[in-house]
């Protein structure tokens, strides 16, 4: 595809929930709980004044009616801030910090004086109704292969609360989630490639990592905003694997130019949307369709729309394996039916072809005419046969603007109409924070290495295998591996895999892990240093620590897995010898293998592999000259 | 404008007013946005900027040059007027306001928050409220309730009088929360209402989409229509947006910084409670005042020379002694335990007694009764001609002596209307479910 000819243009948006001891704005700490909810509050938002003057009345009761919702809280996991029953406390400056040196990392100019604001958010996820929000740098840039990307805003902001379940009509939220400090990242709109933009969520994903900021799954959200000439402005939500991104985009570039053809089409027929909604419930009193005889029997209704001039266009694919169709029935299911039935793939589904001709009979219906068929209650059907007629109507004037959601296969599915530009107002609770100069520089001339300057230079300097060096700055224990390795002069492959692997062995097996730190590990080093353990016994020697509560020298002893003297394991290889006699007579020096294996499980890992190697060379050659 | 010292000079030397829209350019960046105003009380040398994308920043001025791009109006509010039409099925209720924003205005270009008053702004912000009744909107002081004082006490006393002498079926008061049990105790002494006068207020503020005000306002109209003649205070009975409570005017407390549910019942339970515009009665011992014909009565002579003491362990002696030479006319001291202080205030209060300045006991456990019989400070206290304020809230016992020696400068009289539960304000039982409810 020719991106430029096409007139691609992207831009990223990053949210990373950054790793603080506190929450933004109160003390309580940055965890998600599963534990059941200790008290649940209802609370009602009101669309504020300014917001009232454009809505009509009407409008107005339909919002207040959905605006209820209902909040999980805990007595000590969360407080009276989050419930919107204390002010907020004074901005956590750990998280303003990590927010400059992410900004730092990517070149960004920060502001002189950071204001927190309020970003108007009336759909349940903030007590407030409003989110918190900060600008704390702009103009920044990152080198790609395919040129330099800006990022235009660095935002200090509170995450959200955790959307839970739908109860009753309302939606449950749990407090623990809102709160926790995120930076939101975006770049400008004029990434053209789609490399391009994997490339720099990939370098953004690299920033991140070297700073303090939560891992795993749910701490990093990646929006990405496309368009096309003559196409609109969508934005698709979740983007999780980086993989996925340029078929993602390819997708989309897709679905934006069969939109259009799509629209052309619709022009030169003339196409058009009757208002009316028919009620054709008379038509499938005895339907062998399953979904309508359902909704009937359940007092629902059958209603259909007549789309002029859009026959055989709802079939048409715009996406692979999705239909405009699919587009119709996406505006559709927000209003909570679970389906469309339209013209292009009738009959089916149970429904006849002379069911079909009977719904064309009543609302009038010519060969170029497409209809759209809704069984479901009656509210419901209606309602989501009005979304599908605006859909349609938005299909003549081009490509709709819209939040879309991220499928599994790259494809996109409609989540809701993009927001219109935020509303903000300064968080009046929050006083202004000056950034300095000089903590600016301070923090300028202690930036943290990015992870794969860090992985190359630990290679290099330590002589680490790749694999090694991945591993440890992966799981961010480079700066323990590099003070360990200071102080002992043990091999670093051997502190290195102990640090990557060992300690992660240990807690597959479900052991705690927490007390094998610094220190400990220090003196497993130090007694391999002073060659009174074998490296093979380090696995053992922590597995003991971390299962008794042992120190390293009781470990050690409890396990037996201080070093035999060179004299006890000549008298181990001596015995094995004699009482393998007849494999040396056959097989001479080639007896070394099996020996070798022999003595070293009789050894019990008590002495190096080296020396026992040595000495029952020694001993062989010996006994069979 | 709000910019001072080098910001001003700045400004000024440019031509520039809050509202334009400039181009700042400093050494490595470049700002596009409208100049705000900048809260008062902070340094001198950042410029508050609205840039295009809504967020607010503060840019040092210091090493900055600045581009005119377009010069602003001032932003101003204006909102169409609001046609309300009076329905004659419906009762007439006056929402009179206080202070602290019954509504709010947020201009979204600037991020200002404009505080509204009047009865437009209100009914604009709460349409709902038109359903329940018509409303009259009346906006009688504009101070933060933490300066409310007796005088406007009186004020506001007044003015509830007038709206009921021309016709009022019942009014809701707005009032700022840190004091509205003051104001309510004072309301209920010096009226003899016919009519339900309700106090309200809020805890979040109404420029934000979770404020409380709009559930309060809805329940206090409820109440004003209801056939309680009495003050009452309405205010969230929970976290929950669901229902309020109507707390006796005299026996009510902010007992939470916070919370919207601050407002609780002392020694008495919550009189009723207000769902969905239904009211119920909780407290079925009560035998409360019901709507009448009768004209509204006032008594709103006040004597405003009185103070509330707390006794703590190191009072000074002198502390006494200084309100009685400053020429007070009565004392509200607020004792430890069953109404008890130091043994060494007794000759100042002795001498309080001497002088005919009555002095009132009430105690800082706020809940139970206070009994100076129990132990011999007590008697010594109760000999000096301590009255006791029995089960009384200390700040209703301080309003009621202001409006006491309003009344009369008598020390029997006194004693005995302070012992008189005029307004609810004492309950003869001490039952057991009046404790932190």
């Not at chain 1, 007595?75 to 990590?98: G, K, M, S």
């Not at chain 1, 971390?546 to 002893?557: D, I, L, N």
């Not at chain 2, 602290?100 to 947020?106: C, K, N, P, Q, Y």
């Not at chain 2, 009865?119 to 038109?130: G, Q, T």
Request: glycine share 6%.
């Amino acid at each position: 595809m020719d991106y430029e000819k096409i007139g691609l243009k992207m831009g990223l948006e990053v949210h990373q929930q950054l790793n603080t001891n506190e929450k933004l704005f109160c003390p309580c700490e940055c965890s998600l709980t599963d534990k059941k909810p200790q008290l649940k509050i209802l609370r009602n938002l009101r669309p504020t004044q300014s917001e009232l003057g454009k809505i009509d009345r009407a409008a107005f009761e339909e919002s207040r009616r959905k605006l209820q919702f209902v909040y999980e809280s805990y007595d000590h996991h969360t407080c009276l801030v989050e419930a919107d029953e204390e002010p907020p406390r004074p901005l956590n400056l750990e998280a303003l910090e990590i927010s400059l040196i992410i900004a730092s990392l990517v070149n960004m100019q920060i502001v002189d004086e950071f204001h927190v604001m309020r970003k108007q958010v009336i759909d349940g996820s903030n007590t407030g109704g409003f989110q918190r929000t900060g600008l704390v740098a702009t103009n920044g840039y990152l080198e790609t292969d395919y040129g330099k990307v800006i990022i235009e805003n660095l935002c200090l902001e509170e995450d959200a609360a955790r959307r839970m379940h739908e109860e009753k009509g309302k939606t449950n939220f749990r407090l623990d989630r809102l709160g926790i400090p995120l930076v939101e990242i975006t770049t400008d709109p004029s990434i053209n490639n789609p490399q391009q933009v994997k490339d720099v969520a990939y370098q953004i994903g690299q920033i991140l990592r070297s700073t303090k900021v939560k891992r795993g799954l749910g701490t990093i959200r990646q929006d990405l905003n496309i368009s096309i000439s003559e196409g609109a402005r969508v934005e698709i939500k979740g983007v999780q694997d980086l993989d996925l991104m340029p078929k993602m985009v390819e997708n989309e570039v897709k679905r934006q130019i069969n939109l259009l053809q799509i629209k052309d089409e619709l022009r030169k027929r003339d196409a058009s949307i009757e208002n009316e909604i028919f009620n054709v419930g008379a038509v499938f009193t005895d339907t062998k369709s399953k979904i309508v005889s359902k909704a009937l029997s359940n007092g629902g209704s059958v209603l259909a729309v007549k789309l002029n001039g859009f026959a055989g266009l709802i079939g048409r694919d715009i996406q692979p394996d999705r239909r405009f169709g699919t587009e119709l029935a996406g505006y559709a299911k927000k209003m909570g039916v679970s389906g469309i039935f339209h013209t292009d793939e009738l009959p089916s589904y149970g429904i006849t072809q002379e069911e079909v001709g009977a719904v064309i009979n009543i609302i009038g219906a010519l060969k170029e005419d497409a209809f759209i068929l809704v069984a479901d209650e009656d509210e419901k059907a209606r309602n989501s046969l009005i979304e599908v007629q605006s859909r349609a109507e938005n299909a003549i004037k081009g490509v709709p603007e819209e939040t879309r959601k991220v499928l599994d296969d790259g494809n996109t599915e409609y989540l809701r109409p993009l927001p219109t530009a935020s509303r903000m107002y300064v968080e009046t609770d929050i006083p202004a924070i000056t950034i300095a100069r000089d903590y600016q520089e301070s923090l300028k001339s202690n930036l943290p290495e990015l992870p794969d300057v860090k992985k190359n230079r630990v290679m290099m300097e330590h002589g680490l295998s790749e694999d090694l060096a991945l591993q440890l700055v992966r799981i961010d224990k480079t700066s323990e591996f590099e003070k360990l390795k200071a102080e002992y002069k043990v091999d670093s492959s051997i502190i290195a895999s102990t640090l990557a692997y060992t300690i992660k062995e240990l807690k597959r097996e479900r052991l705690n892990v927490d007390a094998l730190d610094l220190k400990v590990l220090g003196e497993v080093f130090f007694y391999i240093n002073e060659n009174k353990i074998p490296a093979a016994s380090i696995p053992a020697v922590l597995r003991s620590v971390a299962r008794h509560g042992y120190s390293v020298s009781e470990a050690v002893k409890e396990e037996g897995l201080e070093k035999l003297s060179k004299a006890e394991v000549e008298l181990i290889i001596d015995n094995s010898i004699s009482s393998n006699n007849d494999i040396i007579k056959e097989r001479g020096m080639e007896a070394m293998g099996p020996l070798m294996g022999i003595v070293m499980k009789s050894l019990k890992g008590k002495a190096d592999g080296k020396l026992v190697n040595k000495l029952l060379k020694d001993k062989l050659i010996k006994l069979i000259d | 404008m709000s910019y001072k010292g080098v910001c001003k000079v700045f400004l000024d030397s440019c031509d520039i007013s809050v509202g334009d829209i400039i181009l700042i350019i400093k050494n490595s960046v470049e700002y596009r946005g409208m100049v705000l105003n900048r809260a008062a009380g902070v340094d001198d040398k950042h410029l508050v900027l609205k840039l295009d994308n809504g967020y607010n920043i503060g840019v040092d001025v210091t090493d900055a040059q600045v581009e005119l791009l377009e010069k602003g109006e001032k932003p101003k509010i204006e909102l169409p007027k609001f046609d309300i039409k009076k329905d004659p099925d419906k009762e007439d209720i006056t929402i009179i306001s206080t202070g602290g924003t019954v509504a709010s205005i947020i201009d979204y270009k600037t991020g200002a928050v404009h505080p509204a008053f009047t009865a437009d702004d209100l009914l604009r912000a709460n349409p709902e409220l038109m359903e329940q009744a018509n409303i009259k909107g009346k906006a009688i002081l504009n101070i933060l309730s933490e300066n409310m004082k007796p005088e406007y006490w009186i004020k506001s006393a007044r003015n509830i009088a007038d709206e009921v002498n021309n016709g009022a079926y019942g009014v809701v008061v707005a009032h700022g929360t840190d004091t509205m049990h003051y104001t309510s105790a004072a309301l209920s002494f010096i009226l003899d209402t016919p009519v339900p006068i309700i106090l309200t207020g809020a805890q979040r503020s109404s420029d934000r989409p979770s404020s409380d005000a709009f559930l309060n306002l809805m329940a206090s109209v409820t109440a004003a229509k209801s056939d309680i003649a009495e003050v009452l205070v309405c205010m969230h009975s929970t976290m929950n947006d669901s229902q309020a409570y109507l707390h006796r005017g005299t026996k009510v407390r902010k007992m939470h910084t916070s919370r919207r549910d601050t407002f609780r019942s002392i020694n008495t339970q919550p009189l009723a409670r207000i769902q969905n515009s239904n009211l119920e009665i909780l407290d079925k011992t009560i035998d409360y005042t019901r709507r009448s014909l009768d004209e509204i009565k006032i008594y709103d002579s006040l004597e405003e020379d009185v103070a509330l003491i707390k006794s703590y362990p190191g009072i000074s002696v002198g502390i006494i002694d200084y309100y009685l030479d400053k020429g007070f006319k009565g004392l509200v001291l607020e004792g430890t335990g069953l109404g008890h202080c130091p043994e060494e205030l007794m000759p100042s209060l002795q001498r309080a007694n001497d002088m005919g300045i009555p002095v009132v006991m009430t105690s800082q456990c706020l809940y139970g009764r206070v009994n100076m019989n129990v132990y011999s400070t007590g008697r010594k206290l109760v000999d000096s001609g301590v009255i006791s304020a029995m089960d009384m809230l200390p700040e209703t016992a301080y309003v009621k002596l202001v409006w006491t020696l309003g009344q009369t400068q008598d020390l029997d009289e006194v004693k005995n209307i302070m012992q008189t539960s005029l307004k609810g304000e004492i309950r003869r039982k001490t039952s057991q479910k009046y404790f932190l409810i």
